[in-house]
T-cell receptor, first 113, second 109 residues
Framework: DVKVTQSSRYLVKRTGEKVFLECVQD?????MFWYRQDPGLGLRLIYF???????EKGDIPEGYSVSREKKERFSLILESASTNQTSMYLCASRDSSTNEKLFFGSGTQLSVL | EDQVTQSPEALRLQEGESSSLNCSYT??????LFWYRQDPGKGPEFLFTLYSAGEEKEKERLKATLTKKESFLHITAPKPEDSATYLCAVQASASKIIFGSGTRLSIRP
């Protein structure tokens, strides 16, 4: 069965800390995504990676960076966490040959205090 | 501007009471419309993809339809286990997938 695994289910960090969110997929998908989900705002794209070492900014990249050194792993980095980055973070992957459905991880609920 | 609007925000139904969820969209070039189901504390799970007006897809008690401006997710004789948030998304390009805010569906036994 297809699987996207996010390293932490819940995370609590302090303002100013550097935060790493990890995502691993086992489907050999080229495309990977990082979204954040906030009540009433839906899912908003932070970064998209279309292949290893390739990335594209999404709608809200400010305050975030990403790393894709291996095909299966896509990391989201909060350089200096702020309270307005408290959110649910969702990672997803997709087969680029079909450009079809996204496979999501279970999400990381990040609280920045 | 590309946009996806879902209505209603929340819907409470009695078990067996059929209804429909709406997804209205404006997008410069539709490359697919998707429906996902999301349970509390979990990531969205894929339900359907629709590509062209007039297309319909069915799965158990759910049926998705598509016109040039909107999509409907019809739920027939729902059960409590159908309670979830249903998300609509449109794909405008390979990287641009615009999600609606979702409809929270609650089915009372």
């Amino acid at each position: 069965d297809v699987k996207v695994t996010q390293s932490s289910r819940y995370l609590v960090k302090r303002t100013g800390e550097k935060v790493f969110l990890e995502c691993v997929q086992d489907m050999d998908h080229e495309n990977m995504f990082w979204y954040r989900q906030d009540p009433g705002l839906g899912l908003r794209l932070i970064y998209f990676s279309y292949d290893v070492k390739m990335k594209e900014k999404g709608d809200i990249p400010e305050g975030y960076s990403v790393s894709r050194e291996k095909k299966e792993r896509f990391s989201l980095i909060l350089e200096s966490a702020s309270t307005n980055q408290t959110s649910m973070y969702l990672c997803a992957s997709r087969d680029s040959s079909t450009n079809e459905k996204l496979f999501f991880g279970s999400g990381t609920q990040l609280s920045v205090l | 501007e590309d946009q996806v609007t879902q209505s209603p925000e929340a819907l409470r139904l009695q078990e067996g009471e059929s209804s429909s969820l709406n997804c209205s969209y404006t997008v410069s070039g539709l490359r697919g419309l998707f429906w996902y189901r999301q349970d509390p504390g979990k990531g969205p799970e894929f339900l359907f993809t629709l590509y062209s007006a007039g297309e319909e897809k069915e799965k158990e008690r759910l049926k998705a339809t598509l016109t040039k401006k909107e999509s409907f997710l019809h739920i027939t004789a729902p059960k409590p286990e159908d309670s979830a948030t249903y998300l609509c998304a449109v794909q405008a390009s390979a990287s641009k997938i615009i999600f609606g805010s979702g409809t929270r569906l609650s089915i009372r036994p």
